[in-house]
């Protein structure tokens, strides 16, 4: 699907995030930039040594004391199919706290760091919504709402990855405006 007025195709996947073949595979980081759980530990098992050694390069100049939530940062992708990979750190769901303004920073910012990188497709999975326990349905609409207002040229294509079935039925809701 395209969004009005724009170039850019939204697509959904179910599938694994490491095997796609794009320019920019965006990871759902911890501040640290050195690996973790889900999509971040898979990200790194898979890109190898080269994106640890690029995150770290990163620790020691800029990021000392690690990405702030909702900021973007690339490295190499190492062994992915991707060119780049570029990290992002959602923030943890708190039912007292509205931190969906944290959670679209991730896409746009993420978006923005791929444009520089000349990329014309992006792979996301959906940011936060592990352990970091945001509402799928919720994070489904944030993220497509988010993708649709900041992707833009070069970018030809956002593909949504998603691991389970469920998370893809809510993201193919939030696309459709079904949900």
């Not at 320019?23 to 690996?35: C, E, H, P, R």
């Not at 940062?73 to 039912?95: C, E, F, I, K, S």
């Not at 520089?116 to 799928?136: C, D, K, N, Q």
Request: net charge positive; charged share 20%.
């Amino acid at each position: 699907m395209t969004a009005p007025g724009s170039t850019v195709r939204i697509t959904l996947v179910r599938g694994d995030i490491t095997e796609q073949d794009v320019d920019v595979v965006v990871n759902a980081a911890n501040s640290s930039l050195l690996g973790g759980g889900g999509v971040d530990g898979a990200i790194h098992r898979r890109g190898g040594p080269a994106v640890l050694a690029d995150c770290r390069r990163l620790r020691a100049s800029h990021y000392g004391k690690g990405l702030p939530t909702g900021r973007a940062v690339a490295t190499t992708a190492g062994n992915l199919p991707a060119r780049h990979v570029v990290h992002t750190v959602g923030p943890v769901y708190r039912r007292e706290a509205d931190q969906s303004d944290l959670l679209a920073s991730c896409y746009r910012e993420s978006l923005r760091v791929a444009v520089e990188l000349g990329a014309r497709t992006v792979a996301f999975p959906a940011i936060s919504t592990g352990v970091y326990g945001w509402p799928m349905d919720d994070g489904a609409r944030i993220a497509v709402t988010a993708c649709r207002e900041a992707a833009g040229p070069p970018l030809t294509e956002v593909r949504f990855v998603l691991f389970d079935r469920q998370a893809y039925e809510h993201f193919a809701r939030a696309l459709h405006g079904t949900g």
